[in-house]
């Protein structure tokens, strides 16, 4: 078989270890069958790959697969099937679909030299729901201007304000201030749901924090982010009283490109600087919850027209 995509397929791999199935009924794959078959030579052994996607038949997919060092791609049948010769031993199989769906991986799987074995691979949805919560965008332009600002949010949005009709029109001030039909904001609120893909985050990467030390976590971490003094009291205000329920917390801060996947922004007129802070959070067991990495921060520019926004989603610990 041809080695088709080879890049795309080392770097799915490369991080595949993140989409692993959380625990739910049943396992994603089974073997089938596994028997003598006189058209398979003795120093072969055969797999007949069956691929589901959510418990129908795959028709026609691209699949990624991989086991023990060996990495490829391959179309299955309109029937679902792929069909894979390899020597006889055991074998680790590893398949991917898309982002939408979990990745598989099975046990080691036995393969006798003559026989034909039959494997059947469920694809499921990794699909999650999510509630965005509390962001909120601050307006620092140089001088007094009239602004604009769209949402482009992958999902349905809850509670805003001041109202959000097809955007905010608001006259900002230097020092943050809102205007907006005679009434006075600190700042523009929304929240939403949205359904993601439970791939969307890197969870390799991140913190376990205890509860003692939350609020000197998040002074420490927003700090070296460059968030103001009054961004960074709502921020620990707002997240701090419900983080505190738990004993440890895993906290990861999205990157731009996460983030970006949820909801953009457009801007007029256009501002010099965009800062966002999207942090992803679940309660945490430090015996069972371990990252491979803690997080490099990016640093906010505050340099002319500067626009700062932070929210969050509490994301239940199998699903991340």
């Known amino acids: 078989m041809k080695y088709l995509l080879l890049p795309l397929t080392l770097l799915l791999f490369a991080f595949a270890d993140e989409h692993k199935q959380p625990e739910s009924p049943g396992l994603p794959w089974r073997i089938i069958s596994s028997d003598k078959d006189p058209s398979v030579q003795s120093n072969e052994s055969l797999i007949e790959f069956r691929f589901l996607i959510d418990g129908t038949k795959a028709r026609q997919r691209n699949i990624v697969y991989s086991y023990n060092a060996i990495q490829d791609t391959a179309i299955c049948s309109n029937d679902g099937e792929l069909d894979l010769y390899v020597k ?20 080691s799987v036995g393969c006798k030299g003559g026989y034909t074995t039959t494997i059947e691979v469920d694809f499921r949805n990794s699909e999650i729901m999510i509630e965005v919560d509390k962001p909120v965008i601050y307006l620092y332009p140089e001088s007094t201007t009239d602004v604009n600002v769209k949402l482009n949010f992958n999902g349905n949005l809850g509670f805003t304000w001041p109202q959000y009709n097809e955007g905010w029109n608001v006259t900002a001030q230097p020092d943050g201030s809102l205007q907006s039909a005679g009434k006075s904001f600190d700042y523009l609120f929304w ?28 002074e420490h971490a927003l700090t070296k982010m460059n968030l103001s003094p009054r961004e960074r009291q709502d921020f620990i205000t707002y997240w701090c009283p419900r983080m505190i329920q ?39 067991d430090p015996k069972e919850n371990t990252v491979e990495r803690s997080q490099d921060l990016p640093r906010a520019s505050r340099k002319g027209f500067t626009v700062v926004e932070w929210g969050g989603a509490e994301i239940s610990n199998n699903e991340l």
């Open 191 to 218: 929240e939403g749901s949205a359904s993601v893909s439970a791939s969307s985050f890197d969870n390799t990467s991140g913190y376990i924090v205890q509860r003692d030390t939350l609020a000197d976590f998040f």
């Open 88 to 107: 006889p031993g055991r074998y680790k199989f590893q398949f991917y679909l898309d982002q939408s769906h979990y990745e598989v991986v099975t046990d």
């Open 246 to 284: 738990n004993e440890f917390n895993y906290i990861h801060f999205a990157s731009e490109q996460e983030y970006n996947s949820i909801a953009t922004m457009n801007i007029t007129p256009q501002p010099d600087e965009v800062f966002r802070v999207f942090m992803v959070w679940s309660k945490a």
